[in-house]
């Protein structure tokens, strides 16, 4: 019922940054938990990042690299990726958790993000 779609992947050399976004079709509340996640080439999907009212967690291979956060007036969240290794490259996906829910319950389509050494 809900769409989320996500922008802002593209190609970066590694040191830089790119910073994504999800828009949801439905208007979110800050007590929706909303979770970034990415997946390799041959690889499993893994966790990113999420974040759930003032709570936020990251990923170890991510910690100090990338912030999320959520403007609830735009229904979106931003997931800002600074200092981009090679091992970043992957199809990023956005997904909604609802309250009571034990997954989430919605995803994205997915943006690629390309990061060159």
């Known amino acids: 019922q809900v769409q989320l779609v996500e922008s802002g992947g593209g190609l970066v050399q590694a040191g830089g940054s790119l910073r994504l976004s999800c828009t949801a079709s439905a208007r979110t509340f800050g007590n929706y938990e909303m979770g970034w996640f990415r997946q390799a080439p041959g690889k499993e999907r893994e966790f990113v990042s999420s974040i759930s009212g003032v709570a936020r967690s990251y990923a170890d291979s991510v910690s100090g690299r990338f912030t999320i956060s959520r403007d609830n007036a735009k229904n979106t969240v931003y997931l800002q990726m600074n200092s981009l290794k090679p091992e970043d490259t992957a199809v990023y996906s956005c997904?909604?958790?609802?309250?009571?829910?034990?997954?989430?319950?919605?995803w994205g389509q997915g943006t690629q993000v390309t990061v060159s050494s």
């Open positions: 997904a909604l958790r609802q309250q009571g829910s034990p997954r989430y319950d919605y």
